[in-house]
């Protein structure tokens, strides 16, 4: 196999700089009349910027600056879910980018007026953040606070679901979960305590709400200035992260601040943003830049057919279908799928904010919402315990650091006698072992 000289997407690995090839005149662009909408003749590459993403102690701008000069990036940025992790609510219900996402009423006994934040919301689940910067939980109110859209994937229907049901205290919105959903963000320093906006919940500050340009590239202040009727332009002042250690892993890594290589789990599910620990125990893409794979810029929710560069098949020339070719499953309830490698490789194992209705997929179904990245199947593990660590903290890794999945995860989704044959998980791994021999 030599995947990468087949595969046009490729290059921008290595290279992702050289696609906005455009010269730098000794450290500066100098432009008049505000935006370019051509870059100069000189094909020289320049110089970027790709190792210090503070670009030189600048300060954040926000990403409405970022907007007049980038503006089709900007309209791209706005319909992923990283635009959209938290939105400020003024009084009315948020509305989306993303069709169908929808969070149209905030807890039971709670007016839209008493919340000041809402997380998420555009394709899985939302929290609802209190005035004082609380998060809503199920202990304190009394009433269910995470609004859990509709998945038709794993068979379950919009409606509220319980938050933290054992805490007997508000949440704070700390750190560890604004560093995720913000940008610009900072802990608290005990020493000397910030709360954003004077809100009492909020532990730390943040530059803007959600994941915005600043937060893959660093604060633009250095990037751009105004002189008179022109403004300077400095590429080197702005970071592109070559290979996402500087960006996505900061916040696709869980927990935030363990950096070992542990996929967390939670109650039999990984962590919903572990996606980098995944990708660096999936064996064969160990060495990938998220990059390879995903446009950042686009939204592998609204614009799949886009959002992601390479096909399996680009890379994968030879590999079969596993005798689900064309296959298409339509289940009872409505939903279909066509086949494809990820229906396989890239399971439901990690969960956001639902895991599989039973009422619809059956008991012995066991997956979240969450696509996986560790690729590999472990066709001899027929339950998902087989593939955690005992205490069910994470997944198990080999010597050489090499996680891999349960055939429950993988085809108990479909083959549960829902529009199709049932498989037990003993015959699925049986089969599963030499699936991909089976004739086209
Ligand atoms: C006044 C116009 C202007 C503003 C405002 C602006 N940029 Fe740029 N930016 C440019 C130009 C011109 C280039 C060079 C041509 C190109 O790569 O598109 C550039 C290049 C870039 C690059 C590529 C750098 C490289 O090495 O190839 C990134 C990333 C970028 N800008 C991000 C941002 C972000 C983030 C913001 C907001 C913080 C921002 N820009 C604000 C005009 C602007
Ligand atoms: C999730 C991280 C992330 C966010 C958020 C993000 N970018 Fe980027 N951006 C990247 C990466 C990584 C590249 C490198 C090129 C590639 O792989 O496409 C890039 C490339 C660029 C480039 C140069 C190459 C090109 O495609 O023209 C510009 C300009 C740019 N980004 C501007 C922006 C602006 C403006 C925003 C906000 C509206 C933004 N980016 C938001 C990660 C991000
Ligand atoms: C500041 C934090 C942050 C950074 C940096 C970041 N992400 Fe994300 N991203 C998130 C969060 C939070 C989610 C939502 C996860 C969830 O729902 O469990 C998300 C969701 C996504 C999604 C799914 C949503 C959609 O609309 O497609 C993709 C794909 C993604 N990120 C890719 C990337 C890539 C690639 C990079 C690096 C170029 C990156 N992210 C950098 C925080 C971040
Ligand atoms: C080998 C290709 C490949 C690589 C490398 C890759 N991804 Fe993905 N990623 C995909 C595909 C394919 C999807 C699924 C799109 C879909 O649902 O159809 C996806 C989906 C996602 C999602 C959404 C998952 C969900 O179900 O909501 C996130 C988040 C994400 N990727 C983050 C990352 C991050 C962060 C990295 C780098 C650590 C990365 N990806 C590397 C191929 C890749
Ligand atoms: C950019 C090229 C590229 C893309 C895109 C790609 N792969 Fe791979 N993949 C590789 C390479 C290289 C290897 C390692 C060599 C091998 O095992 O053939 C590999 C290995 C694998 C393995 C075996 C892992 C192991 O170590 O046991 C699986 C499974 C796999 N890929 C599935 C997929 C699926 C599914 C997709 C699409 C979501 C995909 N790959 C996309 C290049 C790619
Ligand atoms: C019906 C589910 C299913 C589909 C669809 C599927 N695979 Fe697999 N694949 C498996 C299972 C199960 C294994 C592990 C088999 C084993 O243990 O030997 C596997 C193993 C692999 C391997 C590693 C072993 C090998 O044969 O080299 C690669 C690479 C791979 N698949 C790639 C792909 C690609 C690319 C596609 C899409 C063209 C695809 N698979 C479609 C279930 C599937
Ligand atoms: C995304 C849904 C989906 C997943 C995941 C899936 N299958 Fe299937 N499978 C189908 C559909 C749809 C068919 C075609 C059924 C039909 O024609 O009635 C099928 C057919 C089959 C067949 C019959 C093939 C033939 O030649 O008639 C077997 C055996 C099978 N699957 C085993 C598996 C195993 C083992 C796994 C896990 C490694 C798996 N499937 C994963 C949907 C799925």
Request: proline residues 7%; hydrophobic residues 35%.
């Amino acid at each position: 196999m030599t995947p990468f000289a087949r595969s046009p997407g490729f290059a921008r690995w290595t290279t992702p700089i050289l696609l906005s090839a455009c010269a730098l005149l000794s450290g500066g662009l100098l432009l008049f009349g505000g935006c370019p909408s051509e870059p100069p003749d000189d094909d020289s590459p320049g110089f970027s910027n790709i190792t210090d993403s503070t670009n030189d102690g600048a300060s954040y701008v926000g990403s409405s600056a970022c907007n007049n000069c980038h503006a089709d990036i900007a309209a791209l940025h706005a319909g992923h879910g990283h635009a959209s992790q938290l939105v400020a609510i003024k009084g009315v219900a948020p509305t989306y980018p993303q069709p169908g996402a929808e969070v149209p009423n905030p807890p039971a006994g709670y007016a839209w007026t008493d919340i000041s934040y809402v997380i998420g919301g555009y394709a899985k689940g939302a929290l609802f953040i209190d005035r004082d910067g609380y998060i809503l939980n199920t202990g304190v109110t009394g009433v269910p606070t995470q609004w859990n859209l509709d998945f038709p994937k794993n068979g379950t229907s919009a409606g509220f679901a319980a938050f933290e049901p054992a805490a007997s205290e508000r949440t704070p919105y700390d750190y560890a979960r604004f560093s995720h959903q913000t940008t610009g963000a900072h802990p608290q320093d005990p020493d000397e305590p910030l709360f954003q906006e004077n809100r009492p919940g909020f532990l730390g500050t943040w530059a803007e709400a959600g994941v915005q340009c600043e937060a893959c590239h660093g604060p633009g202040g250095k990037h751009f200035r105004t002189v008179g009727d022109s403004v300077r332009i400095d590429r080197s002042r702005i970071f592109v992260d070559p290979d996402g250690t500087k960006s996505c892993k900061v916040c696709h890594s869980e927990p935030f601040s363990d950096q070992s290589g542990k996929i967390a789990a939670k109650d039999g599910y990984i962590v919903s943003t572990a996606q980098y620990p995944e990708l660096r125990a999936s064996g064969g893409h160990r060495d990938f830049a998220c990059t390879i794979c995903h446009d950042p810029h686009r939204s592998s929710i609204t614009d799949r057919a886009n959002a992601v560069r390479n096909a399996c098949t680009g890379c994968h020339t030879t590999q079969n279908m596993a005798g689900h070719r064309g296959a298409v499953l339509t289940r009872d309830d409505g939903y279909t799928e066509t086949l494809a490698c990820e229906s396989c490789h890239m399971p439901l194992a990690a969960k956001r904010a639902s895991t599989a209705n039973t009422a619809v997929l059956g008991t012995d179904v066991h997956i979240g919402d969450t696509r996986s990245h560790i690729f590999r199947i472990n066709a001899a593990a027929d339950n998902f315990s087989q593939v955690l660590s005992a205490d069910g903290s994470e997944v198990l890794r080999d010597a050489d650091g090499r996680a891999a999945l349960s055939v429950d995860f993988v085809c108990l989704r479909c083959h549960n006698g829902n529009g199709i044959f049932a498989l037990t998980p003993a015959r699925a791994a049986e089969i599963a072992a030499r699936v991909h021999q089976f004739p086209e």
